[in-house]
């Protein structure tokens, strides 16, 4: 596992692609948070020390950014035939496929490092000056609810582990990167906003909140209000299981 692990982070940051993907996602998430006035107001003029705009719109990154990590996992082994070499080594189906899908997520941790500079940024900012009755000293107070971005910072990592996981899986079908791309932005948009769209056919119906829990939205946005349920834990684990179960039920389909 660990020297797939380590064959994967090289041969990502050899790749041109792997710095034009990076840059490309912290480029449109500054611009998303900071500049660009869509879905609700910015850091800067909300007028208010929060990142919600930030946790609001990174699924919608996510869900470009992972495939684009992801889509080479198997594809190009398939491509290349290397992946024949892989099987005939002594390391096994789960080794591969976990050495793969771990790879990608520390890739993503990667990316999603120098975004701890808005936290930093609106710490600063959400910094002010009080005066103390009692003393009648000149106090700094912070306003920011760090606990409730550390659980929001949780819930989208756990995210991009979970899309991690789709684009592993969209990647196992095919020996083209482009169409493993696609369906995974296909698939993790389905399962994240599918079943929402599903439950509003019929919001009055008795099974429309049971369909709104089995998508990825209800639960992402309820862990990122900074609120940590074991409940949602449990469901993106079994989630993130269960398709990487399905990953290795394909690739010993084809192997």
């Not at 710490?123 to 000293?137: C, F, M, N, R």
């Not at 990592?157 to 369906?183: E, M, P, R, Y």
């Amino acid at each position: 596992m660990w020297i797939i692990l380590q064959k994967e982070i090289r041969l990502f940051f050899s790749s041109l692609i792997a710095y034009m993907v990076l840059g490309a996602f912290l480029v449109a998430m500054g611009l998303m948070v900071w500049v660009l006035d869509i879905g609700g107001l910015t850091v800067l003029n909300y007028g208010y020390a929060d990142l919600s705009k930030f946790f609001w719109v990174s699924p919608f990154i996510f869900m470009f950014l992972v495939p684009a990590i992801t889509m080479r996992s198997f594809a190009e082994e398939k491509k290349s035939g290397t992946i024949e070499l892989l099987y005939t080594r002594p390391i096994g189906e789960w080794n591969i496929l976990l050495g793969k899908y771990t790879a990608a997520v520390l890739l993503l941790l990667f990316a999603l490092l120098p975004t701890l500079l808005y936290v930093y940024s609106v710490y600063d900012l959400s910094t002010v000056e009080i005066k103390d009755k009692q003393t009648g000293e000149v106090v700094l107070k912070n306003t920011m609810d760090l606990a409730s971005i550390i659980g929001s910072y949780l819930a989208l990592v756990l995210l991009g582990a979970t899309f991690t996981a789709i684009g592993i899986l969209a990647s196992s079908f095919t020996k083209d990167q482009i169409v493993a791309f696609i369906l995974a932005v296909f698939l993790c948009f389905v399962l994240y906003f599918g079943f929402e769209g599903i439950s509003r056919i019929d919001e009055t119906a008795d099974f429309a909140y049971f369909i709104k829990q089995i998508g990825i939205d209800f639960h992402y946005t309820a862990m990122s209000k900074g609120l940590i349920d074991s409940r949602n834990l449990v469901y993106f684990v079994v989630l993130i299981g269960f398709i990487l179960f399905l990953t290795k039920l394909n690739l010993s389909k084809r192997a």
